[in-house]
C-alpha cells in the first residue's frame, strides 16, 4: 500500500461534466512526487501545441505532493498548473494554507480539469466523492462572499475552498486563486484560466485520519525536533516575528528597493510601509496547516480582516512601486486584490506602469477615466485596481499585463513595460544581487523571484549554510561569473526540490529550520522511501526540466531569457548608486548556466539530459 499518498488523481472533464480517476504506480510517484513535476506530466501529454491559454484546450491542475499534509511545519503547499495566460509558456504558482492538505486527506493527490463547464459550476469532493455543483448562485461574488455561501450551501463550515473572484471569472490575466481568502497562489494567471473554464471554485473536505505514514512514531519524533528548533533558529524566529515584512527596510538599506516602476531603488516613504509603520496596525498572526512559524500577518485598518494583511510583495507592488507611502491605502489595496482575486505582483506593476506612462503624457486623464493618475496617488491605485478586476475603461487593457497593455496602448508605451517572457517581476532589484537576474530570465513562468534562494545571507561565513549543496565558496551579490553561476544552479535545485514536494521555503535549508538530512528522515518516515539528498536534487532537476520543455515545444528560446532593459541601466541613487548589470557578462552567465545544466547553446535540453532524468519520454 502506498504511504504519504493516495495513488488517485482525478480526472475532470469539465464539458461533458464526467471525472475518472488515474491511478500510477510507486515508481511514476517517485519520478513525479507533486506539485509542477506531476502537473507537468499531464500538460504536455494532454495540452495540443501552441493552444491559446483562455481556450478550453488548456489543461488547469490541482497538485499536491507525497509530503504535503503529513502534519510537519512547511509541509502544505500545494501547485496550480496550466499554461500561462501571460506567457503562453509554462505556468506555475505554489500556495500554502489548508487547502493542499485537505485535498490530500479528502482522497486525491491531485485534481486535472479538462475542457470547459457550459456554465458556471464549482467542484465538490468530499471524502472521496466527487460531485460538480451549479456556482450560479456565486458567480460573480467576491471571494468572502463566495466562500460564506458555499459553505452555507453545503452545511459544513470546515470546507476549504479554493476560488476566483470576479477579476478571474472576467479573465483578467492577472488573475489569481486564493484559498481561505488569505492564501494566493498569485503568479501566472491562474485566476484567469479558471474563469475561462467557468470553473468558480474547488472545494475539499477530508479526514486526516485517512493518511496513512509508514512510521508514524519516527515522523512524531521528527515533529518535536522541527519545533524545537524553529522556536530558537534565528531566521526561523525573526520570521515568526516579523513576517516578510521585515524585507522592506532591508531592500531599502540595501539600495535595492524597486520604486516608481524600477526608476529609482529607494524610497523616501519606506519606514512608514515597514515594520516600525506597520507594527501599529497589525492585529496579530495567522498561519497555516500545522506550521508553527504563523509568518502571516493581520491588520486593524481593513473591514474584512480575513483577507489578511499585505506581505513584503504586495508592500512594494502597491507601495514603493506607485510611490504610495500611505499604509492604509497599500492595505486596503491588498484587501481589495484578495476580494476581486487579483495577483499583487502584477498589479501593482501595471498600475505603476500606467503612472509613469501618465507621467510621460502617453495616457491622458481621459485615458484614464478623467483624472490624472500619477505616482504617489494611493486613491487613484485603488482606483486602477477596481477597473482592472471590472475590466472597466482602462482597465480593459491594464487587465491584460503590462506587455499585452503596452502593445495595446503604443506610442512608445513599450518602453516601461518590464517584464521577462510577459510575466512582470516581483520586487526585488537584480543590480543588488545577479543572482535574482538569472532568475528572473530562467524562469520558465516568465520573471520569478523565487527561481533560486537570493545570494545576499550566504555571502562570507554564511557560505557554510549551502555546504551540504557543494558550494565552498560564498556567492558574491554583483558577480556574475562561474561561482555564481554554479551557486544559482544549486539554490535553484533545492528551491524546485520545495515546489515539487510541498514545502515551504521558510521552513527548510538552506536558510530555515529543517536541515537537508532531517528532511530525508521525514521522507522516509512518511513514504517508506530510502532516499538521499541526491535522489532530490535530481527530483528538482526533473520539474525544471519538464516546465523548460514545455516551453520549448511552444517555441520558447534562449531570446526569451533575457533581462528588462533597465536592469542595464544605473541605479540612480542610494548605496548601490550606479551600480548596474553589464549585459555581456550576464548573457555569458546564461550561457554557462546552459552549458552546466547539459542543455545546448539555444536552452534545449538534450538527449542525455532528458535520459538521465528517466525523461525517455520526451527524446
Known sequence: MPFGYNGKILIVDLTNQTWSVDEHDEAWYRTYWGGGALASWYMLKHIPPKADPLDPDNVLVFAASVLCGSGLSGFNRYTVSAMNPLTSGFGESEASGYFGPELKHAGFDAVVFTGKAPKPVYLWINKGQVELRDAGGVWGLENAPALDAIREELGDKKVRIASIGPAGEKMVRLAC?????????????????????????????????????????????????????????????????????????????????????????????????????????????????????????????????????????????????????????????????????????????????????????????????????????????????????????????????????????????????????GQEPAFHDPRGKTGVGLGFALSPTGADHIEAPHEVPFQGEGVKLVNPLGIFVAPQALDNGPDKVRYFIAGEKTWAMNNTLGLCNFVVAPLFSMTYDKLTQAVEAITGWSTSLHEL?????????????????????????????????????????????????????????????GWDANGVPSKGTLYRLSLDWLV
Open 177 to 421: 486563486v486564493i484559498n481561505e481568502l488569505a492564501h494566493a497562489n498569485g503568479r501566472c494567471g491562474m485566476g484567469a484560466v479558471m474563469g475561462s473554464k467557468n470553473l468558480k471554485a474547488v472545494v475539499v473536505r477530508g479526514d486526516v485520519e485517512s493518511m496513512t505514514l509508514a512510521d508514524p512514531d519516527a515522523l512524531k519524533e521528527l515533529n518535536k525536533w522541527h519545533r524545537a528548533r524553529i522556536g530558537e533558529h534565528m531566521p526561523s524566529v525573526n520570521m515568526r516575528k516579523f513576517g516578510t515584512v521585515q524585507h522592506l527596510m532591508a531592500q531599502q538599506n540595501s539600495g535595492i528597493l524597486p520604486t516608481r516602476n524600477w526608476k529609482d531603488c529607494q524610497f523616501e516613504d519606506a519606514s512608514k510601509l515597514g515594520w516600525d509603520g506597520y507594527e501599529k496596525v497589525q492585529d496579530g498572526t495567522h498561519t497555516c496547516y500545522k506550521c508553527s512559524v504563523a509568518c502571516k500577518r493581520k491588520v486593524n485598518n481593513t473591514s474584512e480582516k480575513r483577507y489578511g494583511g499585505p506581505e513584503y510583495e504586495t508592500l512594494a507592488a502597491l507601495g514603493s512601486m506607485c510611490g504610495v507611502g500611505d499604509l492604509d491605502a497599500v492595505c486596503k489595496g491588498h484587501e481589495r486584490c484578495n476580494a476581486l482575486g487579483l495577483d499583487t505582483v502584477g498589479t501593482g506593476a501595471v498600475v505603476a506602469m500606467a503612472m509613469e506612462l501618465a507621467e510621460k503624457g502617453i495616457l491622458t486623464a481621459e485615458d484614464l477615466g478623467g483624472r490624472a493618475i500619477t505616482f504617489g496617488d494611493g486613491p487613484g491605485m485603488l482606483e486602477l485596481v477596481e477597473k482592472i478586476a471590472a475590466r472597466d475603461g482602462i482597465g480593459d487593457t491594464l487587465a491584460e499585463g503590462v506587455k499585452r497593455a503596452a502593445q495595446r496602448i503604443g506610442k512608445g508605451a513599450e518602453e516601461y513595460a518590464f517584464h521577462v517572457k
Open 537 to 597: 536534487m535530481l527530483v528538482a532537476e526533473r520539474s525544471i526540466v519538464l516546465a523548460r520543455m514545455f516551453n520549448v515545444r511552444e517555441g520558447m528560446t534562449s531570446k526569451d531569457d533575457k533581462l528588462f532593459r533597465r536592469m542595464f541601466e544605473p541605479l540612480p541613487d542610494g548605496v548601490l548608486k550606479d551600480q548596474s548589470i553589464d549585459p555581456d557578462s550576464f548573457q555569458q552567465a546564461v550561457d554557462l548556466y546552459y552549458a552546466m545544466m
